[in-house]
Structures are given as C-alpha cells and as structure tokens.
C-alpha cells in the first residue's frame, strides 16, 4: 500500500466500517447466495462462482447502501424526510429503506430510466415515495437532487460518493468471506461492476484487509467507463460523451471518494463493450435462467479479459442486480448480434432498374443469409440510389467473402458498423 498523507488516510474505509455496517445491515438485507456455476466453470476452466445481488430483497446490492447510509441519521433528521439521485437500483434501496422506517422520501432520476425500475421505486416506497423524472442522465438527476435538498433542508443519501454508503455496499464482501471461510473456498480473483464506485470501493477495502492475496478486478462498459478514464488523468473528471445503454453503470463523473478508495485497494480495471454485455445477458438467461440486468452482467462479461489467466483458479463474479425491463430484451438481441457479427447493416447503391433486388440475392448474399432489413425509396431520373440493407449471416465466417461480393457490386458501400451516428439514426 503506497504511503499516504492524513487527510488521504481519513477518506479511506477500512475493515471496521464494513463490518459495523454488515452488522447493522444483517438483520435487515438477504444474505445472498455465493453459487458455484457449473457452466461458466466449464466454459473458462476455472472455479467460477456467482454472488447473487440480484436475489437481493431489491434485485440489487443498492439496498445495503441506502439502508446503511439512512440508518445512521438522527431521529429527527430521518422524520424529515431525505433525498436521492439514482438511475434505479439505489432509489428502489432508499424507497424500501423509507417504507420499512416510515420516512418521506424525494427521489430523482434520469427521465431515461426505464419504466421497470420506475415502477420498482413506486411498488416499494408506496406513498412514502415521491418521483421526480429529471435530465438525460444520471449527473443531471443528482445536480437537481442536491439543489432540492438545499432549498428543503434535507439530507442527501448519497449513491456512492460517502463514506457510509461505501461502507454498506461493502457488507457484500463480508458473506464473500463468510462463505469463503465456510466452504474452504480460496478466492484468486474477484470480479465487480463499477458505474459510481461505492460498490467496488467497498468490497475491495475488506476483502484486502482479510484476503490481500485476491485480485480485485473493476468492471466497466466501454461506453461509460468514468473510472478508467480518472485513473489515466490522476483524478475524477466528467466523461465528454457516454452510452447510456448500461444503466446501472452509466455515471459520467465517479467521486472523489470512491477514486481515492478504488486507486488504493483495487489491482485492476477492465472494460467490456456494451454488445458483449447484451450476448451475456442472453447466455444466462438462456442457458442458467439468470436474469441479469446489464451493469449485472458486467463482471461475467469481463471473464473473457482474463480467459487466459483465470485458467484452474477461483473466480467470484458479482451479480450486482437483476433488474432488467423485458421491454429491453428486443434492444439486446440486437446488439448482441451486431456486436457477434452475426447482424450487418450496409447502405449501397442500387441500380433503380427491374431484378436488382434479385440480382443482389442472387450474387452477393450466401446461400444461407437472410434480408432482415431493407429500405429504398425510388429517386426518379436517377440512376442509382442509397439502400438500407439488413444482413443476418448463416455461418459468422462467410463475411469476408460476402463483403468482397459487395465492394465488386458498389465499391462506395458504407458498413454501419464502423459509423455509430448513421447506424443509430438509420437502424
């Protein structure tokens, strides 16, 4: 551990605040299984087991937090009511933390989150819940919480930036080395989501303290990967654009806290591509009936970062949530197969004469593709027009072939794949 000057050390956790908060939070949240999965075990040939926090009383590990950092709060401070930011999963902890105490609540979230959660928030706070719909994102939903707890007098229940909700998400580390202890499980690497870094933050303070030999790896998405990014500048700055897709995870800027706690205690930050998280996604629920929501699936995804490495040893994998809207599952499929490589979408020229849909099947297209997508409008006195054209590939490994067929029939031809505006704006 690299030496650290006073003020540094006081915003660190330690073990002893993750245990005063497991013991505050055992007679309240679910000790959540820690499972050995056969499949992934076999698939990666390693010992891979789940913490399942997406069985949680909330579907996440948010509850420990808000519950944690909501307890700690005066008589007279918690009657007044408290107030949160979150794209979900913390304001469905602070929802059931208020309905259990019986304390008014004001939460604030993105108007992009989806309805699932939304409605999550509404089932367990009852009329102890107020919504606010706010911003695009996440940060904007925080700016409006903080302003509003300034005007009204009341307390911010921070997502991840404070040192007690770090403290509560951290609890999930403690049943870690319970089962651990239990079972005689060694753990060489634990594997967690990060979108604000409460969570990470937390697990790793305690599980360095009494199991320094495991790795700790930090889990983000490509598209919103806020922890990576501090950590190359040296401090916590606001991503420029992010992808909002895992919901969970998406947090432009992380806190000053949760980087401080994250630089000292973890080994190792990885990013996955939000397609792949969208195949994980299936492949647990199709294949282990798991339904994972996308910051959920983050830490099994990143399990082909380190294939090599994890080879014969003991992987624990956070399930950090399960709160996935089916409404999405559309979007996923999709993504997951553009990301594969199994859907492609062009735009081509078209000769606007009779038989060149035809010839184009005939010609360029593998006996086994199938059009999953076409668009073209007729342009008159043109010879030729764009069309947009969907691609679902029989066998992964025909696309070269079928890429060389379409240069040879428009040499000007865009892949959608490689220009993100176009393909969000045409597919």
Request: contains cysteine; hydrophobic residues 40%; neutral net charge.
């Amino acid at each position: 551990m690299r030496l650290l000057n006073v003020l540094t050390k006081e915003k660190l956790l330690k073990k002893e605040n993750v245990q005063q908060a497991y013991e505050v939070l055992k007679p309240v949240v679910r000790h959540t299984p820690l499972q050995y999965d056969a499949y992934l075990s076999q698939k990666y040939n390693c010992q891979v087991y789940l913490k399942r926090e997406d069985l949680q009383v909330v579907r996440s590990f948010k509850l420990r937090g808000a519950y944690y950092g909501i307890a700690q709060l005066s008589d007279e401070t918690r009657k007044k009511g408290v107030v949160c930011a979150s794209a979900g999963n913390h304001a469905q902890g602070v929802a059931w933390t208020c309905k259990k105490l019986e304390i008014p609540a004001v939460i604030f979230m993105p108007t992009t989150t989806p309805k699932q959660k939304i409605d999550q928030v509404k089932f367990f706070g009852k009329e102890y819940a107020t919504i606010q719909l706010i911003g695009d994102t996440f940060d904007d939903s925080a700016d409006a919480a903080q302003k509003y707890c300034q005007k009204k007098s009341l307390t911010f229940i921070a997502p991840f930036n404070d040192l007690q909700t770090m403290s509560g998400q951290g609890s999930v580390a403690v049943e870690i080395y319970q089962d651990m202890v239990k079972d005689k499980i060694q753990v060489d690497y634990l594997l967690s989501a990060i979108g604000g870094g409460g969570l990470i933050s937390g697990i790793s303070a305690y599980m360095k303290a009494v199991n320094p030999q495991t790795k700790i790896v930090g889990v983000e998405p490509d598209g919103a990967a806020s922890m990576t990014e501090a950590f190359k500048v040296g401090h916590p700055v606001a991503l420029q654009t992010m992808d909002k897709f895992v919901d969970g995870a998406a947090v432009s800027k992380v806190g000053d806290l949760t980087y401080l706690n994250t630089r000292e205690y973890v080994d190792r930050l990885v990013t996955v591509a939000e397609g792949h998280v969208c195949t994980t996604i299936l492949e647990l629920y199709n294949k282990e009936a798991i339904v994972a929501e996308p910051a959920g699936a983050l830490s099994i995804s990143a399990l082909d970062n380190l294939s090599e490495e994890i080879v014969g040893k003991t992987v624990v994998c956070v399930v950090s949530g399960g709160n996935n809207d089916i409404g999405r599952m559309q979007e996923i499929k999709e993504r997951s197969l553009v990301y594969e490589g199994d859907q492609l979408y062009y735009v081509v020229n078209f000769p606007q004469r009779p038989g060149a849909l035809k010839e184009f099947v005939n010609q360029i297209l593998n006996s086994d593709d199938d059009i999953t997508k076409f668009e073209y409008t007729k342009k008159v006195n043109r010879g030729k027009g764009p069309v947009l054209i969907g691609i679902r590939l029989g066998k992964r490994e025909n696309v070269k072939q079928l890429q060389r067929r379409l240069y040879a029939f428009d040499s000007r031809y865009i892949d959608l794949k490689e220009n993100q505006m176009l393909y969000e704006m045409m597919v």
